[in-house]
């Protein structure tokens, strides 16, 4: 089975720069994903790691050690419109998906 | 229509009612999940379907039944559920073995309230 813990909430102020960490102990890895999902909204797909390293997207940025067990998720230059739940989620060999309970965002003026 | 669509959006039912969800992926993906948002916990995953196929029934109760008549086509039957069956139910679909990320596609989800 997957274990995967994240913080439940986080707080920044426009502008600045926020960083979601997810650990995870699992029985299989074939990938680590991040999911943007806004209230009432369907999840959507922001990241993709397989390899050690960073992998950068515009303002978001994730970073995955396998050996550590460890992601996280960069949100740089933070707007109103980033206030979300950030959802890790680690898929075994048989490509399923074990989600982390989410950590939800909230942008300050 | 485009990418991952269900109905309904909002459902409330009692307990002895039989009601269906619907689920439709116009991406032309092998594979279909049913999934169960409650609030402050993890996606749980239900059921998977990989080419039709069921592959994965995560002890889900038998109140609960899925369908999938064809690759793009996934059902949630449902029939004498209990208020803790009240949450979010999200659909997905992916390509399976394909090349690139082979990421999950989510639909918008049903709110289903059992009274």
């Known amino acids: 089975g997957q274990n995967i813990d994240q913080p439940t909430e986080m707080t920044a102020t426009e502008g600045a720069i926020v960083q979601i960490n997810c650990t995870y102990q699992t029985s299989g890895f074939n990938g680590l994903f991040w999911y943007q999902q806004h209230a009432g909204e369907a999840p959507t797909f922001l990241s993709y790691n397989v390899l050690d390293g960073l992998e950068e997207k515009g303002r978001f940025s994730s970073f995955l050690s396998r050996s550590k067990g460890y992601s996280y998720l960069l949100l740089k230059e933070l707007q109103m419109k980033d206030s979300a739940s950030y959802l890790c989620a680690v898929r075994d060999e048989d490509y399923k998906l074990s989600f982390g309970a989410g950590t939800t965002v909230t942008v300050r003026a | 229509e485009t990418g991952v669509t269900q109905t309904p959006r909002h459902l409330v039912m009692g307990m002895t009612n039989k009601k269906s969800l619907k689920c439709e992926q116009h991406l032309g993906h092998n594979a279909m999940y049913w999934y169960k948002q409650s609030a402050k916990k993890p996606l749980e995953l239900m059921f998977v379907?990989?080419?039709?196929?069921?592959?994965e029934n995560n002890s889900v109760p038998s109140r609960f039944s899925p369908e999938c008549p064809n690759s793009s086509h996934l059902f949630l039957h449902l029939h004498t559920l209990q208020p803790e069956d009240s949450a979010l139910y999200l659909c997905?679909?992916?390509?399976?073995?394909?090349?690139?990320?082979?990421?999950?596609?989510f639909g918008p989800g049903t709110r289903l309230t059992v009274l």
């Open positions: 379907y990989n080419f039709k196929e069921q592959t």
């Open positions: 997905a679909s992916s390509q399976v073995e394909g090349s690139g990320y082979n990421e999950q596609f």
